[in-house]
């Protein structure tokens, strides 16, 4: 779904900002928590990733995929998704690790991590409300 011009305009400028507050909503609570997470932006899309699945902001988005975002001084809301695709997933994982150098080093080193560690990792995109 795109977004409007001034949307756009505000994501690009959050774009280089190095940590997003992802306010999600308890799944058994109905309570709203935060979480400080990385994020990258790509035209007029947010994608979220994480290393473990298993994280309470990923099991309670996927009962209530609404979240709030604020990034900088900028406010958005929107719909998680999953992204399931391992191309787009994997697009994703490249966005982050240029933008991130841990999550450079922790690509690199994953083949031999995930010898060890079941992998975890989970990718959203975030379809903004207009």
Known sequence: ??????????LSA???TSTMVLTHT??????PYDVIIW????GDAIYLTTLNSD??????????PEVRMKIGNE???????PVNDSVQYQHI????AQKYLPARIFDFLSPLISRFIPDRRAGFR???NS
């Open 1 to 10: 779904m795109a977004v409007d011009a001034s949307t756009s305009k505000r």
């Open 14 to 16: 959050v774009a280089n």
């Open 26 to 31: 308890g799944r058994k609570s109905g309570k």
């Open 39 to 42: 994020f990258v932006v790509e």
């Open 55 to 64: 994280r309470q902001w990923v099991r309670n988005i996927g009962k209530n």
């Open 75 to 81: 406010q958005f809301s929107g719909r998680v998704r």
């Open 93 to 96: 994982r490249d966005l982050l």
């Open 126 to 128: 975030v379809n903004l």
